[in-house]
């Protein structure tokens, strides 16, 4: 279908006009007809039109388009290319025996002495000619020509474009098809066919499935239609068509109070005419805007942001158009800093950090603007916000301001805060400028940022005792009590403060408060506060740090399965700068492994995301496990006691914090150092029982009981299962009935299997069932009876077909490793070699 069909759908009444018109200057009584419309509503097709009809009818048609109107006599040249005595023409027209149709394109373009001639010509009664003009609405030049008939072609209806698109598609629209081409439209035929055109030849349908296709369709051609009309308005009218498309609805009359301009455009039909003008369709208004260039926009985005705020308009309305340039003065950085303020208020955070950071670009040594920004951030990158409160607080002139943005620290980022913050919390909380409940927040966080420091945990640990019963600060008691935890004493007072702390903080009180309740043992208690807190803030970066807890907790309520998957998602979401949780994370992993006798699954973790910048002790714990994975017992072992070392140096001695000395005394035992083994399980006992939960006594006396030989040992096994019983530490019973078991077998098999089998439904519950093979380090003098879970799976992958390299490559450890764990497995299972254990994992796999 032509675009010529498309736009005389609808047009039947002009046809019939037109004939009327033709019919009557035949008998000598000729007229004017003038039609007019904006863009694209098919003028110059209906000219086509009324030229063919006359034509078929015998008439002589003569036909042009205006030009320039600054070139004289320009229009007549077109409709007689070859005469230049236009009276004689008249003359001739006018004295004619037959009908004369004299058709003219875009009336509105016509220079002066065409139109004087024109309208001597509609004058001129009695004639057979007929003389048809078209003019698009909005343009300069005359509406009429002497008393013709004038007639606006008006829009496709919903019929009209019904049939239009059945034309091009051959097929009828859907009815919400059809509205939606109404819609976007305005039932102006050209844009209406360059839509449907364009979605025919991106393979679309008629349907309401192709909706949003049709939507997002820009016709090239139209928009350089409308910007060769616009090339021909006044200024006035080009800059509001500008600024309608640069700056969207309802800023241009702000811009040039000039309703008039926006009058034409809608005139034109570019625009529709309300409070609010808006492009028809929003390929004029790229089409327009492409035509700016970068300074353009800026100073027509800062016109309309100083016009908004004449108008007294709230400040992120005003700011939205100072984001497009450099922010060039002082007026601009206060008004978006008080675009950022607002929408914090309100809770909108990525708006307060858009316009806070252009602020900062042009005057980045805002304190004022450092801090604001930095409030922000706290929730969803709050890395960058300790950075911004660093760099602000030199420049903020009161104690006052100081603690407050120091204040806006999460507690649990402080051990990543540069030194010159640690060092301005140290002096405030001895300002006695400040009022005594400042500086005591200022002290409890220069007391956390520190404790990782000789003397400051038992230090912060004897404030602890003398905290007020009532009106405590929740983050000072929080932070106390957490030193008291570390320190492993006083878990009844631990206990009860936890339980207090407002279930509202999740940056600092509440993970504080759940990681002292797991080491109490109270893990049902510690897993409601952090689930309570998460549920706050769903889609906050505190959710990295409650997580991080939360592996802790599930590591320590014997579900280390569920805490290594939690701590690797929160490793794989978690900001490196967030040292804290990276190293919570690592922890866990590490225990997690050490624990369950799977060595090999969390290495390629541990190798991705160890940090320099983690604690000295995380450092050394994670090497410590890396050497364990390539069965490198002395230097894991000297690993683990230099991370232990580190530990007791800042006074965190609690067992339940981690169990490096039962790690420890298993593998100085392993390696035939039966006196140093019992020596550090002897001192874990002793701290487990000054701390005083069943989870650390009970380990104590099961790693002990691991290490040592005859009836000895089944006692110790015995008091173990004593202190565990009707506790929620259900791992380590599982373990202690295991090695029970293990022990029990040559002297009392029944008793064995029945231990053995409590062991396993335990460890089963707690989603470990291949405990048992972990136990048998323990239970053998530190030799295994049969394959742990790492390898078990090198012997699958032999099976599978790997050689030792690749092996050694997909489980991130070194080639002697996998020698070392090959050699081991062919002298447990009896094999003689590589192709007999590939037979048997094979069979395990059936």
């Not at 021909?232 to 969207?248: F, K, N, S, W």
């Not at 492409?290 to 004449?310: G, K, P, T, Y």
């Not at 802790?552 to 979401?573: D, H, I, N, Y």
Request: with cysteine.
């Amino acid at each position: 279908m032509r675009i010529g069909t498309a736009v005389l759908r609808e047009r039947d009444a002009e046809i019939d006009l037109v004939t009327t018109a033709l019919a009557a200057a035949r008998r000598g009584s000729g007229g004017t007809l003038v039609f007019s419309g904006p863009v694209g509503i098919g003028r110059s097709a209906l000219c086509g039109e009324i030229a063919r009809i006359a034509r078929e009818q015998g008439a002589r048609v003569l036909r042009a388009v205006a030009g320039s109107v600054a070139v004289p006599a320009g229009l007549l040249h077109r409709l007689f290319p070859d005469l230049d005595d236009f009276a004689a023409l008249r003359r001739e027209l006018l004295g004619s025996t037959g009908p004369v149709v004299v058709i003219v394109d875009d009336l509105h373009r016509a220079d002066a002495d065409s139109l004087r001639w024109l309208e001597s010509l509609a004058e001129s009664a009695a004639s057979r000619v007929l003389l048809v003009a078209s003019r698009m609405d909005g343009a300069d030049g005359p509406a009429s020509l002497g008393s013709s008939t004038c007639r606006r072609l008006d829009p496709l209806t919903a019929d009209g474009i019904s049939a239009v698109v059945e034309d091009l598609f051959g097929e009828r629209g859907d009815d919400e098809f059809v509205r939606v081409c109404q819609d976007i439209s305005a039932g102006i035929p050209l844009l209406l066919y360059a839509l449907l055109q364009d979605l025919r030849e991106a393979g679309g349908r008629p349907c309401e499935s192709d909706v949003e296709l049709l939507r997002a369709l820009r016709p090239r051609a139209v928009g350089e239609r409308a910007l060769a009309v616009l090339r021909e308005q006044p200024e006035p009218v080009r800059a509001a068509a500008r600024d309608i498309a640069l700056l969207g609805p309802g800023l241009a009359a702000r811009q040039h109070s000039a309703e008039c301009a926006a009058g034409a455009l809608a005139e034109l039909g570019l625009v529709v005419a309300a409070d609010a003008p808006r492009f028809v369709h929003p390929v004029f208004a790229e089409a327009v805007a492409s035509q700016s260039d970068a300074a353009e926009a800026a100073d027509a985005h800062r016109a309309a942001a100083r016009s908004l705020h004449a108008d007294d308009q709230p400040p992120e309305v005003v700011a939205e158009h100072l984001t497009c340039d450099v922010v060039r003065d002082e007026w601009e950085v206060e008004v978006l800093r008080a675009a950022g303020r607002s929408a914090l208020r309100r809770g909108d955070e990525p708006a307060a950090i858009r316009c806070l950071r252009r602020g900062l670009l042009a005057r980045p040594d805002r304190a004022d603007l450092l801090t604001d920004l930095a409030r922000a951030e706290r929730s969803g990158d709050p890395a960058a916000a300790v950075r911004h409160i660093a760099q602000a607080v030199p420049g903020l002139d009161s104690a006052g301001q100081r603690s407050a943005a120091l204040n806006e620290i999460p507690l649990a980022l402080l051990d990543a805060a540069p030194p010159s913050v640690v060092d301005e919390l140290g002096r405030l909380r001895g300002n006695d400028e400040l009022p005594s409940d400042v500086r005591d927040a200022m002290d409890a966080r220069y007391r956390f940022a520190r404790l990782r420091e000789a003397g400051w945990t038992s230090d912060t640990a004897s404030l602890f005792r003398d905290l007020p019963q009532e009106d405590a600060d929740p983050e000072r008691a929080a932070v106390l009590l957490h030193a008291a935890a570390l320190g492993g004493t006083d878990v009844d007072s631990v206990q009860a403060w936890a339980r207090k702390v407002p279930a509202d903080d999740a940056f600092g009180a509440v993970p504080l408060a759940a990681h002292a309740l797991a080491m109490a043992d109270e893990f049902g208690e510690a897993e409601r506060r952090l689930r309570a807190v998460r549920a706050l803030a769903p889609d906050s970066a505190a959710t990295l740090i409650i997580d991080a807890q939360w592996s802790f907790v599930l590591m320590r309520s014997g579900r280390p399965s569920e805490a290594a998957a939690l701590a690797e998602r929160t490793l794989r979401r978690c900001d490196p700068e967030l040292t804290s949780v990276v190293a919570d994370c690592l922890v866990t992993l590490v225990w997690s492994m050490l624990d369950t006798g799977d060595l090999v699954r969390a290495a390629p973790v541990l190798s991705r995301h160890r940090s320099r910048k983690s604690p000295e002790w995380v450092r050394s714990l994670c090497a410590g496990a890396l050497a364990a994975i390539g069965d490198e017992i002395e230097t894991a072992l000297a690993h683990l006691l230099e991370c232990g070392r580190e530990l007791d140096r800042a006074g965190w001695r609690n067992p339940c914090l981690l169990p490096w000395r039962s790690w420890v005394c298993l593998l100085q035992h392993r390696l035939g150092r039966s006196e140093a083994a019992v020596e550090v399980i002897a001192e874990d006992h002793r701290l487990a029982v000054q701390w005083g939960v069943p989870s650390g006594i009970g380990r104590a006396l099961r790693v002990w009981g691991a290490v040592t030989d005859g009836e000895a040992s089944i006692d110790f096994f015995r008091r173990a299962l004593d202190v565990l019983r009707g506790t929620p530490c259900t791992l380590e019973s599982a373990k202690t009935h295991l090695l029970l078991g293990q022990r029990l077998r040559a002297t009392a098999p029944a008793e064995a299997a029945e231990e053995a089998g409590r062991g396993e439904l335990l460890a089963a519950a707690c989603g470990v069932p291949g405990l048992r093979s972990a136990v048998h380090i323990a239970a053998n003098g530190g030799t295994h009876a049969e394959p742990t879970p790492a390898e078990l799976r090198i012997a699958r992958l032999v099976a599978a077909g790997f050689g030792n390299q690749r092996i050694a490559t997909e489980l991130a450890v070194s080639s002697r490793a996998v020698e070392k764990h090959l050699t081991r497995i062919y002298r447990k299972l009896g094999l003689a070699g590589r192709a007999e254990l590939a037979l048997l994992a094979a069979s395990w796999e059936s």
